[in-house]
């Protein structure tokens, strides 16, 4: 993966697939560390299945043997000197999981965000019935965006039209100019 | 400037057009956005296809949606245009560019791109 905003995009799927209800993308800048958490309240993970996720040769899909998400994720985060951490239950009073990858922007090897507004827009299309809040906070300031505010607005309107999609996209982008230094 | 404003305008916009509200479009334009196709660089063709149907005015036509892995990962991005009694057109290894084309002359056109779909690869 070329761009960080590549991986969110991937672990982000996980989160739809668990039939989450609200997925939380939180991106966190501080000093050099560059903090990654995907949070969603989906199905969660059995212990066995956790122990399994960061092995590439582990996957629950059926067309191939193979699966890179949480590999790639991991890679990108240890080839900076950091980590991640994943967290899951499946109780039915807290069900849901929590990925955490710690980055040091410093490092040779850390991988740029890249286009991180593209991203947000395929998220918010993706969730299916399910919401979405991204919020990247860095010492600048805040970005952010929770498609359950977009969703008033639109009154059944869906945010996967093309229309709104590119609303979206700008919007987030605009939010980022808004915190340049 | 965006603002939710704007977002309600679009809102308007589009409440004639009953196709988009139902979600029961002619054409679905679909994406495989797994590990293998974001890594190949399915993002951005995705992006350019919501654009291309912005752009031409035909979100009450076709819907851009995304799937998971569609198991060829060799030949991703894969885009898959479905039409109901039609057959499934597959195309492979789009590129952005790839995409402007596939939406001016199959999604607006009705001609398939015959050149860029997977029986025009040699395995």
């Known amino acids: 993966m070329k761009e960080l905003s590549l991986n969110i995009l991937d672990i982000a799927q996980n989160s739809f697939t668990a039939g989450a209800s609200l997925t939380e993308i939180l ?8 903090i990654i958490q995907v949070k969603d309240d989906g199905c969660g993970m059995s212990e066995e299945t956790l122990l399994k996720v960061s092995n590439p040769f582990y996957t629950t899909r059926t ?30 009073e807290d069900h849901g999981t929590v990925i955490t990858g710690v980055f040091f922007k410093d490092h040779i ?29 860095t010492e600048n300031g805040e970005v952010e965006l929770d498609t359950r505010a977009l969703r008033e607005v639109l009154q059944g309107l869906p945010l996967s039209n093309p229309d709104v999609q590119l609303w979206i996209k700008d919007y987030v982008k605009q939010q980022y100019e808004n915190i340049k230094m | ?73 060799q030949y991703e991005p894969v885009v898959e245009v ?9 195309y492979v290894k789009v590129t952005p560019d790839m995409a402007k ?8 056109g009705g001609k398939i791109v015959t050149e860029y779909t997977i029986g025009n690869y040699k395995i």
């Open chain 2, 1 to 73: 400037m965006k603002t939710l404003a704007e977002l309600a305008q679009i809102r308007e916009k589009m409440k004639d057009k009953v196709g988009i509200r139902e979600g029961v479009n002619g054409i679905r334009i679909v994406v495989g956005m797994a590990t293998c196709g974001i890594a190949a660089g399915a993002r951005p063709v995705l992006n350019t296809l919501v654009e291309e149907v912005a752009k031409e005015d035909l979100s009450s036509k076709a819907t851009v949606t995304q799937t998971g892995c569609i198991g060829i990962c």
């Open chain 1, 27 to 34: 991106l966190t800048e501080k000093e050099n560390r560059f």
């Open chain 2, 82 to 90: 479905f039409e109901a009694g039609k057959e499934k057109v597959t």
């Open chain 1, 63 to 92: 067309t191939r043997k193979v699966g890179l998400g949480i590999p790639l994720f991991r890679l990108a985060a240890e080839q900076t000197g950091g980590y991640i951490e994943i967290q899951s239950s499946q109780k039915p």
């Open chain 1, 109 to 137: 090897d850390f991988t740029p965000l890249g286009d991180i507004a593209s991203t947000v827009c395929l998220l918010a299309q993706g969730c299916g019935n399910g919401d979405m809040v991204f919020r990247h906070q």
């Open chain 2, 101 to 108: 084309r596939i939406v001016a002359e199959h999604i607006k």
